[in-house]
Structures are given as structure tokens and as C-alpha cells.
């Protein structure tokens, strides 16, 4: 059923390290997710995406905010 072997088919396993930043809402959640060496690139995006209505004002700001407190406490 699941190979020659019968056993489950292998599966790759992450190693890198990712970010994963969500929002809710009511009715809506957004998800950002990125390497950590990635994160000027993850808030251009989420600024971006703010600037063309597809993130609220307020869940920008805060996924921002971590994005920022991640960096200080890495540097």
C-alpha cells in the first residue's frame, strides 16, 4: 500500500528555522512566513500589502511590532 516495504513513505524534515507571524480578525487571518535573514524582505511585503487594502492598519502595525521586537533581540 505504501511502498515495496509496506512502511509509510519518508517525509522530508524541515531543518531551516522559519518565521510564521499571523493576524485575525473576525472573519479573516493573514499569514506571513519567512527566514529569518528574510525579514526586510517580509516587511516590505506586509507594508505592501497594508498600502493596497489587503491588511488592516492595525494588523500591520502589530505584526510589524514583532517583527521589530525579533530584530532587537537578535542584534
Not at 10 to 37: C, G, H, M, N
Request: charged share 30%.
Amino acid at each position: 500500500m505504501y511502498g515495496a516495504s509496506g512502511g509509510l513513505p519518508r517525509r522530508a524534515v524541515q531543518t531551516k528555522t522559519l518565521i510564521r507571524l499571523t493576524a485575525y480578525s473576525e472573519d479573516e487571518a493573514w499569514v506571513y512566513q519567512f527566514l529569518p535573514a528574510e525579514w526586510p524582505d517580509a516587511v516590505r511585503r506586509i507594508m505592501s500589502d497594508c498600502k493596497n487594502d489587503k491588511l488592516p492598519d492595525e494588523a500591520a502595525g502589530g505584526l510589524l511590532e514583532l517583527i521589530a521586537e525579533g530584530v532587537s533581540d537578535e542584534y
